[in-house]
């Protein structure tokens, strides 16, 4: 881990630490109830702004971004409900919401911070007169929405790396559509794990180190990302004070992560339920406080198919008062043995509840459950991420004291068609936009690699600039 004294806009190109840790702030700056209310009735653009501001410490100049937020949260980009509400929620029953972050370009949360991301990097790398080339990992959703947002950015090329099975085929054709131009596809013969792991190796040897990142492992993802809790929060209490429950489907802990920081900015967020599928080493890590890696299991929500959460990382270093010793030989034993104990650490498991966290996981069966049970109170068809998180949640809810319950949408239904049609015994219907999109993937879209850090590295190498 690295607290250091590098501004918001270096580790913004860096994404990874010199070390091969993640960035964190020097602290976690504050927002008070009084700047809560005074966000209340604004457009998400401007809490966007405000919490951005808060975040980077001014190391962009204001008018600077509040364009960068236009562009990226732009009525060409999230169609008419740009100007107001991108992130609305939806009551899916009495006191249990929906927040819809899907509503970008690619149809997934993911477009909600790297749409931001993209035009942060453009206009630093613009003002430095720099180029950058960045190496990327994919469970799904991250490929398409980072792919969308820097196809065409000259001054940047963009490798993503992907499981070669696991995404759905909408997913897939999507990313192949994106290729081409400063966009690289590599297809991994492995998990989403196995991506992860290259991505981490090739930057770690001198040559690539200068790589960027637009996975979570990324500060500025995360920092984008807190501004739609605090408008979640917002739309979902009567008075500005009261507490909040947010559920949050998670596979690499970077969005609930953000939700986190809200909560230690000052947001009165209750309790924070990290909801994970059959996938479930980190509902065993919240009950537990053993991290044990195991086999990723391709599932029916394919993007939480990961067995390490980069993230957590972050967590742990808070856990560990700002210890970056500690923190490193808790994480370095976690990567030699695959599992660790907090305990060993003198940390007790109860140390997660006292931060606001609980857990929960989910199983096939359980996701078409939540997907009819949304559909038949609200008319309202999630998709099979978001489903996990329904399902976490309903058992939750009653057995607290009823406060509102947030569950973050995390896609729109069209992506996992025959997971819905499952459900409901119909497939949602497509945008015109996505129409027809498996029948354009072209051959040779994807450059397939074995799970090989010197396959990676001459790939890289011979398309890079």
Same mark, same amino acid.
């Given at each position: 881990m690295s607290r250091t004294g590098r501004s918001y806009t270096d580790v913004l190109l860096a994404g990874l630490a010199p070390d091969g840790g993640l960035y964190v702030p020097a602290e976690y700056p504050r927002i008070s109830t009084s700047e809560l209310?005074? %966000?209340r009735a604004c457009p998400y653009r401007d809490i966007a702004f405000a919490i951005k501001k808060t975040l980077i410490g001014g190391v962009i100049p204001d008018n600077d971004l509040r364009n960068l937020i236009a562009r990226a949260y732009s009525r060409e980009a999230f169609g008419d409900v740009a100007e107001g509400n991108v992130v609305p929620l939806m009551e899916a029953n009495d006191g249990l919401y929906v927040q819809q972050l899907s509503l970008g370009p690619t149809a997934a949360f993911k477009d909600m911070a790297l749409q931001m991301l993209a035009r942060e990097m453009d206009y630093e790398l613009a003002r430095r007169n720099e180029r950058l080339t960045i190496l990327g990992a994919t469970s799904g959703d991250t490929g398409s929405a980072a792919e969308a947002a820097f196809k065409g950015l000259e001054r940047i090329r963009l490798f993503m790396l992907s499981p070669e099975e696991g995404m759905s085929a909408f997913q897939k054709a999507q990313m192949g559509a994106l290729s081409g131009d400063n966009i690289f596809n590599i297809s991994v013969r492995g998990r989403f794990d196995d991506c992860q792991d290259l991505v981490k190796r090739l930057k770690a040897q001198k040559e690539f180190s200068h790589l960027g990142a637009v996975n979570s492992i990324?500060? !500025?993802?995360?920092a984008s990302q807190v501004p739609y809790f605090v408008s979640g929060y917002l739309q979902?209490? #009567?008075? &500005?004070?009261?507490? &909040?429950d947010f559920v949050v489907p998670t596979g690499n802990f970077g969005n609930v992560l953000s939700g986190y920081i809200a909560k230690r900015m000052g947001v009165p967020i209750r309790s924070l339920f990290v909801a994970v599928n059959e996938n479930n080493v980190l509902d065993k890590l919240f009950k537990t406080g053993v991290y044990e890696q195991t086999p990723a299991r391709v599932t029916s929500s394919p993007s939480m198919d990961i067995s390490k959460a980069s993230n957590y990382e972050r967590l742990v270093f808070d856990m560990f008062d700002s210890d970056a010793v500690k923190t490193a030989a808790y994480m370095r034993e976690f990567e030699t043995n695959k599992k660790v104990a907090l305990k060993d650490y003198g940390v007790s498991v109860e140390k997660f509840h006292e *931060?606001? /966290? @609980?857990? !929960?996981?989910?199983?096939?069966?359980?996701? %078409? #459950?939540a997907i009819r049970y949304v559909y038949a109170r609200?008319? /309202?068809i999630i998709d099979p991420h978001t489903a996990d998180g329904v399902s976490v949640g309903q058992r939750y809810k009653d057995s607290h004291e009823r406060v509102p319950m947030v569950c973050m949408g995390t896609a729109l239904p069209v992506k996992f068609e025959a997971t819905v049609k @499952?459900? *409901?015994? /119909?497939?949602p219907e497509r945008p015109h936009r996505f129409r027809n999109l498996e029948d354009s993937l072209q051959s040779g879209a994807f450059h397939t690699i074995d799970a090989s850090t010197d396959e990676l590295a001459a790939y890289v190498r011979a398309n890079s600039v």
């Open positions: 209310e005074a %966000l990324n500060w !500025g993802r995360i979902a209490v #009567e008075k &500005v004070g009261d507490a &909040v *931060l606001g /966290f @609980e857990s !929960g996981s989910s199983t096939h069966a359980d996701r %078409l #459950e609200a008319q /309202f @499952e459900a *409901l015994g /119909f497939a």
